[in-house]
């Protein structure tokens, strides 16, 4: 069970708007961190695709977007392409006794109908 | 343009330790966070411990106990020992370049992984 929750899979038609969310606590997302957002395509390394909870790096369209809000995040795809479909994970910090540390959700896998 | 290459064996024995190393190349190790993050097959992915290059390390609790980090500016490669190892273990080993700052930290660079399979 990961520190960050994330619904285990999505769906949507070309063309369509999906989102997925990234639930938190005080001690994580609620705490202040902020969120960031990888893409994996199957049998490859993810890839950033959205960081400080809202930006894009050069190169990511922007049918991607992200917020945040208190203890969660989450990751919205307009114009839904085939290209998408693939493995969405979420990262922040957590507060532990050794001090704040990465942790991951447990991703959700989008599927392009 | 920074790449990353993880080395290593690809099979390691139980109780024995996983010793992967990082290469890093198009660009300086200096004056960066440097991570470990791993994914067994099928499953999330969970970050492991950075390192610094002044050395100064951070683990993630739960692997805290048998994890060692290090790093050789003079090579621009840092590395991984994780002691004990047990099936649990086996995972794809990726290695990444954290940008640190603000209330977080996130990775732009990845390596492509390397698979560890932990079997007698």
């Known amino acids: 069970q990961s520190v960050l929750t994330q619904p285990p899979s999505v769906s949507g038609a070309p063309g369509q708007r999906v989102t997925i969310s990234c639930t938190g606590s005080s001690s994580n997302i609620g705490a202040g961190y902020d969120v960031h957002w990888y893409q994996q395509l199957p049998g490859t390394a993810p890839k950033l695709l959205i960081y400080?909870?809202?930006n894009r790096p050069s190169g990511v369209p922007d049918r991607f977007s992200g917020s945040k809000s208190g203890t969660s995040a989450s990751l919205a795809i307009t114009g839904l392409q085939a290209e998408d479909e693939a493995d969405y994970y979420c990262q922040s910090y957590d507060i532990s006794l050794s001090g704040p540390h990465v942790v991951f959700g447990g991703g959700t896998k989008l599927t392009v109908l | 343009q920074v790449q990353l290459q993880e080395s290593g064996p690809g099979l390691v024995k139980p109780s024995e330790t996983l010793s992967l190393t990082c290469t890093v190349s198009?660009?300086?190790?200096?004056?960066?966070?440097w991570s470990w993050i791993r994914q067994p097959a099928g499953k999330g992915l969970e970050w492991i411990g950075r390192?610094?290059?002044?050395?100064?390390?951070n683990y993630n609790p739960s692997l805290k106990s048998r994890v060692t980090m290090s790093v050789d500016t003079s090579k621009n490669q840092f590395s991984l020992k994780l002691s004990s190892v047990t099936a649990a273990d086996t995972a794809v080993y990726y290695c990444?370049?954290?940008?640190?700052?603000?209330?977080?930290?996130?990775?732009?660079?990845w390596g492509q992984g390397t698979l560890v399979t932990v079997s007698s």
């Open positions: 990444a370049r954290g940008v640190y700052g603000g209330n977080s930290e996130y990775f732009q660079h």
């Open positions: 400080y909870n809202s």
């Open positions: 198009g660009g300086s190790i200096s004056s960066y966070y």
């Open positions: 390192i610094y290059t002044s050395g100064t390390t």
